[in-house]
C-alpha cells in the first residue's frame, strides 16, 4: 500500500490566473518502491499558524481585530484557517513535483485578509493538511484504492512579500471591500448628493470630517 509524504519547497505567484493564486511547489514521495501510483485525487487545508512567528508594535496594531489586545494573546492568539485548495496529482513512481494551486481572496472580510495584510515582512508559518484518495497498481494486481492518511501534513513558511507581490500584481494601488447594500446605497447617495465622481473622493470626503483638525 502506498505512504506518501509531502513537502513544501517553495512558492511563487501565478502572474496569469482569473484571480489571484498562488502556485505551492509540492514534493511527494511513496515510502513504497515496489508501486506505481496511477493518481491522487488530492484535498488540503490550509491553516495560518498565527503564533509560530514574531510581530512587531505597527502588526500587533494591525490584528488586533483578530486577537485583541497583546496581553490577552495568551487567551486569544490561535490559528487560522486560511483555504482549502484541490488538485489531481498525475501517475508517479517514487517521487514527484507538482503545483497546488491556491487562489487567494482580498476581501477584508475575511480573517486571513486581514491577517495577511497586517504583516509588514517576514514569513507566514502555514500548516498544510492533506487528505484524499490514492490510485494505485500494486506488482501483478489491478487498479486499487487507498485514503491518504489523516495524520499528514506539510509546514512551509510564506514569504511576506511574495503575498503582497501577488496582491500588487492583481490589484495595484487598490483594495477590495465588501459592505451592506443599505451602506452602498446611502454611500451612493453621498456622492451623487455632493456631486463627487468617484467613491474615493466620496469616501476621503467623509473621512475628512471624522479626522482631528491638523492632523
Not at 500587533?60 to 482549502?84: A, C, I, N, Y
Not at 487528505?131 to 495524520?151: C, E, H, K, M, R
Not at 500584481?169 to 471591500?177: D, F, I
Amino acid at each position: 500500500m502506498p505512504d506518501l509524504s509531502f513537502h513544501i519547497a517553495g512558492a511563487e505567484l501565478v502572474p496569469f490566473a482569473a484571480v489571484p493564486q498562488l502556485a505551492f511547489k509540492l514534493s511527494i514521495t511513496d515510502a513504497e518502491p515496489t508501486t506505481q501510483i496511477h493518481s491522487v485525487a488530492l484535498r488540503c487545508q490550509i491553516q495560518i499558524e498565527a503564533t509560530r512567528r514574531r510581530y512587531s508594535a505597527a502588526e500587533q496594531k494591525s490584528v488586533l481585530e483578530l486577537f485583541g489586545e497583546p496581553d490577552r494573546w495568551s487567551q486569544t492568539l490561535r490559528s487560522l484557517l486560511w483555504t482549502h485548495a484541490n488538485t489531481v496529482v498525475p501517475g508517479f513512481h517514487v517521487h514527484t513535483v507538482v503545483d497546488l494551486p491556491v487562489p487567494c481572496t482580498f476581501d477584508f472580510n475575511a480573517a486571513a485578509t486581514k491577517y495577511f495584510y497586517g504583516m509588514e515582512d517576514g514569513e507566514i508559518p502555514l500548516c498544510f493538511q492533506f487528505s484524499g484518495t490514492i490510485f494505485y497498481l500494486p506488482a501483478d494486481l489491478g487498479l486499487q484504492v487507498a485514503p491518504i492518511s489523516w495524520d499528514r501534513e506539510a509546514r512551509f513558511r510564506l514569504p511576506v512579500n511574495v503575498w503582497r507581490e501577488m496582491m500588487n500584481r492583481y490589484y495595484p494601488n487598490s483594495a477590495w471591500l465588501c459592505l451592506r447594500r443599505d451602506v452602498v446605497e446611502r454611500l451612493q447617495q453621498y456622492k451623487i448628493r455632493h456631486g463627487f465622481t468617484s467613491w474615493e473622493q466620496a469616501l476621503e470626503e467623509a473621512l475628512a470630517v471624522e479626522e482631528p483638525v491638523g492632523r
